[in-house]
């Protein structure tokens, strides 16, 4: 299942399997182990860049095939497949308000072995759109410490759930206990006006963790404009990798973040 998966320069490849599903991992760099989560449609060219940056700044990546074809361009036709296929998947979970996907448990799993692998006080997990609010239940039964919610967008945006978490009450409490035994503390990423990811999304965030929680919200206006669709993607597709540029900063942030709660 790995040999027909293209290469990623710089990046190792290895299987990781957990209750009779195994999955490709993609691997870089030293150090804190960090789960970097492709958003939809795939590990794109932006994404692997990413991830790139992530371990050259210090963190040894973990970056798990979850869908789409690696290092595919984004098109309309390529996003519309991967979305179709993510819906119909038993393994994401799109309009489950008050409980996390079933993927997240194989996802729990890699962050053990990471941590066992790797070392340190814990795990960082950064999601991305789909994967965006993962890292949050993720911190019930793994060592994550250090999860980054970068335009969470699950569950998919209705009337009467703007403000939902797609996490369970359970996974809700292990997040606190997280922070007032662990010090962990939560990163959230949007851009203002993305209608996958509301500001009730992030005002929930604040109420429940409060000064655990640190939202950056950017003005749509300053997404990259040559990017795929409007702003959406703060750390990959809408970067504008330019110093002085506020998502240049939020990334800046994400891995200063990083470093605070995983480099001691």
């Known amino acids: 299942m790995i040999d027909h998966l293209p290469t990623i320069p710089g990046f190792t490849l290895a299987p990781h399997s957990h209750l009779g599903e195994t999955r490709a991992v993609y691997r870089r760099g030293h150090g804190p182990a960090v789960i970097v989560m492709s958003e939809i449609p795939g590990i794109t060219p932006q994404v692997a860049t990413f991830a790139t ?4 700044a210090g963190f040894s990546v973990w970056m798990p095939q979850l869908f789409g074809t690696p290092l595919q361009p984004i098109t309309v036709p390529y996003l519309t497949r991967s979305v179709l296929r993510i819906c119909i998947s038993k393994e994401f979970s799109v309009l489950a308000a008050n409980q996390s996907s079933p993927i997240v448990d194989w996802l729990r799993a890699l962050a053990r072995e990471a941590h066992e692998a790797c070392g340190g006080p814990g795990v960082g997990a950064i999601g991305m759109c789909l994967t965006g609010n993962f890292g ?19 569950p998919i945006p209705v009337p009467g759930r703007l403000d ?40 929930r965030l604040r109420g429940e963790f409060g000064d ?16 795929f669709g409007n ?14 540029q506020p998502t240049r900063a939020a990334l800046d942030r994400t891995l200063a973040f990083l470093r605070e709660q995983l480099v001691k």
């Open 53 to 56: 940056t992530v371990a050259d």
């Open 136 to 154: 949050l239940a993720m911190m019930l039964d793994a060592p994550v410490i250090a999860p980054v919610l970068s335009q969470p967008s699950l």
């Open 164 to 203: 939902a978490l797609h996490v369970s009450p359970k996974e809700l409490a292990a997040a606190h206990d997280k922070i007032d035994q662990q010090g962990a503390r939560i990163l959230g990423l949007r851009f203002h006006g993305d209608p996958l990811c509301s500001p009730s999304r992030f005002e």
């Open 212 to 227: 655990a929680f640190e939202g950056i919200e950017i003005d749509a206006c300053h997404g990259n404009r040559e990017g």
């Open 231 to 244: 702003p959406h993607s703060v750390l990959t597709t809408h970067l504008i990798d330019e110093a002085g």
